[in-house]
């Protein structure tokens, strides 16, 4: 049976920091890319980074270069989302998601967390 779990959201001030997390129960993240998207209101789900099986990253959104990093720890099937200098355009929920690799398209990705709410607000 394969369960993510995201955990670690919450309401943030402009220019705080989150680390987000992704459980991956029954998914070896050695064999598979994990990857971060996130949905604001009214808005297409959209790509933030992923993190290949070998462990290289692809960052998706130009908007968080610089500001976001993916890493993981194969033994516990836990992906991480450090997310620096939050911004209100930030706000969103953010998922995680497991696939063969690291693609922009979320329809490459077959499993699904329910996600996680971080909202970025003074």
């Known amino acids: 049976q394969f369960n993510l779990v995201e955990s670690g959201g919450g309401l943030v001030q402009p220019g705080d920091s989150l680390m987000l997390s992704c459980v991956a129960s029954g998914l070896p993240l050695n064999a598979y890319a994990a990857a971060w998207f996130r949905q604001a209101p009214g808005k297409e789900r959209e790509g933030v980074i992923c993190i290949s099986s070998s462990g290289s990253s692809t960052v998706f959104a130009d908007s968080v270069k610089g500001r976001f990093t993916i890493s993981k720890n194969n033994a516990e099937s836990t992906v991480f989302l450090q997310m620096n200098d939050l911004k209100p355009e930030d706000t969103a929920v953010y998922l995680c998601?497991?696939?063969?690799?690291?693609?922009?398209?979320?329809?490459?990705?077959?499993?699904w967390g329910q996600g996680t709410q971080v909202t970025v607000s003074s």
């Open positions: 998601a497991i696939g063969n690799r690291c693609y922009e398209n979320r329809f490459q990705y077959g499993w």
